[in-house]
């Protein structure tokens, strides 16, 4: 028999004693990187204001939005290891909880974020149990299907715009005041639920919940031996990214005063998830990273040639090819060394 | 006599039209070490898999402590006290040995949707793994990332997972599995001291470790269950001795 065999293999290896999984960025790095992401875009509205260019206050709130809702997916695919293509959805509905309330009169944003945060919730509740049934590419196409129905459903209702989506004639207010009617407030009220939301998820990634949901990312059958069950842990993340996505939708269409279906397109699914991979999975601060990466390089390419996405997909292959755990990997491989 | 713990009758699995299990019954008695030997492809782990609710069996029955536990899920079988461990190394290689453990009691000890308070800082999660890790001699590697483990403590990481459960009974698939002489040895010394609180069910290639510590030996031959007995028994038993133990002296 194998006696002896394995005598031979490297006894004990390099000693380990860094038990962090996401290295440096996982740790208090992220939260550094993080305080200094969100520290630069706190001073971005006085410096927009001094170099006379106040349009980069409403490109950088469109930044925040996308970074809320690639923080949400990073929950759903970086730790709960589940490929979702349909994430936009979740976006669309929080902005059409706003639009269709408004046009109704109701324009506070407490009750339009609670009903976004409810209709996102239950549709992630409703398709994520369904879908969680599957596995692998059958799960990725099932979640694809779920966001183009919404897409579809959105696009049928015609008394809300339908195809031409659905114009705001005012920003949400608050008890009746019109808080967000300045770009500047509606940037800031965007940087604090950005803020809120990394804080939050970063509680949840280390408390009980997350530690099982980690678990079932590396192994799901050693964690059933142990006694839990993923399904359960599986839906509970995707709810709570649902909401939270839900909750960039609101900010979306306060952003833009403008609702469409092509919020819940497939691309922009797609585009969601190139910014989680872009800027490292399952690291939190990656995501936000990616978010303002990608809409940065879109708005530069853009400048250069119409076929700006042909370039943003070379530069996305060339990532992927050279660079392990996007942007978070690299800053970690750069800095991450210096640990003992 | 008592009741045993572990009751299996006439299980049955087949994948396609090979019968891989083919008509099992054996007991397991409380306090009991009953090795299950056998040769390669005899059907083992397809046996731990259809115990512990990994493979669902396509007829026959198992009771644990007086319950019929047939159609239970995995879930539901550990959080009765039936716990496994792999034949290939099935440890969270991200994790710390100490969360490996942790993870198992926490399984057990409350609700698990809690979102705020860090897992990791839990003290009466973290004593309960530590004692797991304890008896199985990896406490000084508790604070390790357990992929840097050795072979041989990754195997003894393994075991004190199955531990950590809570478990009366331990369904231990080769737990020697590609070990050296000397890791082999402190995984043996291991389970005799682990005879004493558990039940065990132990699949073993490793004739010198089934023979020093089982009561009881069975032996699977083509997914049937051709003797069970005392070792001296199943040693003396001719058909045994044709179909697996000639091999091995023969080797
Ligand atoms: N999922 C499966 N599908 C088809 N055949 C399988 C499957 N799992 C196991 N088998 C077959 O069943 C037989 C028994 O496999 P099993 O792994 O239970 O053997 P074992 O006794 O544990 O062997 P070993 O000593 O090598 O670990 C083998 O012939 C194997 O090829
Ligand atoms: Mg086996």
């Not at chain 1, 149990?129 to 129905?149: C, D, E, H, N, W």
């Not at chain 2, 396609?16 to 409380?30: E, I, N, P, Q």
Request: net charge neutral; no cysteine; aromatic share 8%.
């Amino acid at each position: 028999m194998s006696a002896g065999t394995s005598n031979v293999a490297v006894p004990g290896a390099v000693p380990d004693v860094a038990p962090r999984r996401g290295g440096m960025l996982a740790g208090r790095g992220s939260a550094l990187a993080a305080a200094l992401i969100f520290a630069a875009l706190a001073v971005l509205p006085p410096i927009a204001l001094a170099i006379g260019d106040p349009f980069l206050v409403v490109t950088a709130t469109r930044i925040l939005v996308f970074a809320i809702a690639a923080l949400s997916l990073d929950l759903v695919l970086g730790y709960g290891a589940m490929v979702s293509f349909g994430h936009a959805a979740f976006v669309g509905l929080g902005a059409y909880a706003v639009a269709i309330l408004a046009s109704h009169g109701i324009d506070d944003i407490l009750v339009q974020a609670l009903a976004a945060i409810g209709v996102s919730a239950l549709f992630a509740l409703v398709t994520g149990a369904i879908s969680l049934r599957t596995k692998g590419v059958y799960f990725i196409m099932i979640t694809l299907a779920f966001g183009q129905m919404a897409y579809f459903f959105m696009v049928s209702l015609s008394a809300y715009g339908g195809d031409d989506g659905l114009t705001l004639s005012a920003r949400s207010t608050l008890f009746g005041l019109p808080v967000l009617s300045s770009d500047v407030s509606l940037f800031y009220v965007s940087l604090a639920v950005l803020a809120s939301a990394f804080l939050g998820l970063r509680a949840l990634t280390l408390s009980r919940f997350g530690r099982v949901l980690r678990g079932t990312r590396e192994n799901p059958i050693r964690m059933q031996a142990i006694g839990f069950q993923p399904f359960a842990f599986q839906l509970t993340a995707y709810v709570i990214a649902g909401a939270l996505a839900g909750l960039a939708g609101v900010l979306l269409a306060n952003q833009a005063e403008f609702v469409s279906p092509a919020y819940m397109s497939w691309q922009r699914s797609g585009e969601l998830i190139v910014m989680v991979v872009l800027g490292g999975m399952g690291t939190l601060v990656g995501p936000i990273g990616g978010a303002i990466a990608f809409l940065l390089l879109e708005d530069w390419l853009a400048h250069f040639s119409e076929h700006w996405k042909l370039g943003l997909g070379v530069l996305l292959v060339l990532l992927v090819l050279f660079t392990r755990g996007g942007i978070a990997g690299g800053v970690e491989r750069l800095f991450g060394r210096a640990r003992p | 006599m008592s009741e045993p713990l572990l009751a299996v009758t006439d299980l049955r699995k087949s994948f396609g039209a090979l019968a891989v299990t083919d008509g099992v019954s054996f007991d397991v008695h409380g306090n009991e070490l009953h090795a299950i030997i056998g040769p390669n492809g005899a059907g083992k782990t397809t046996l731990i898999h259809q115990l512990s609710g990994n493979l669902a069996s396509d007829s026959g029955t198992v009771r644990f402590a007086g319950e019929d536990i047939t159609k239970h899920s995995m879930v539901d079988r550990v959080r009765r006290g039936l716990a496994r461990s792999f034949q290939i190394t099935s440890i969270l290689d991200g994790f710390t040995v100490l969360e490996n453990a942790a993870m198992a009691v926490q399984a057990r000890s409350g609700s698990s949707f809690r979102f705020l308070r860090p897992a990791s800082k839990e003290s009466p999660l973290n004593d309960e793994a530590r004692a797991a890790l304890a008896r199985v001699k990896l406490d000084d590697r508790a604070h390790r990332r357990a992929g840097s483990l050795s072979h041989g403590e990754k195997r003894q990481l393994e075991i004190a997972i199955a531990l950590a459960t809570g478990a009366k009974l331990l369904l231990l698939d080769e737990p020697l599995a590609g070990t050296g002489h000397e890791e082999s040895a402190v995984l043996v010394a291991l389970m005799q001291e682990l005879k004493l609180t558990h039940t065990i069910v132990l699949i073993e290639h490793d004739m010198d470790a089934v023979f020093a510590l089982a009561d009881r030996v069975s032996v699977l031959v083509y997914g049937r269950l051709i003797a069970t007995g005392t070792p001296e028994e199943v040693r003396a038993h001719p058909e045994v001795r044709a179909a697996y133990l000639g091999e091995e002296e023969a080797a």
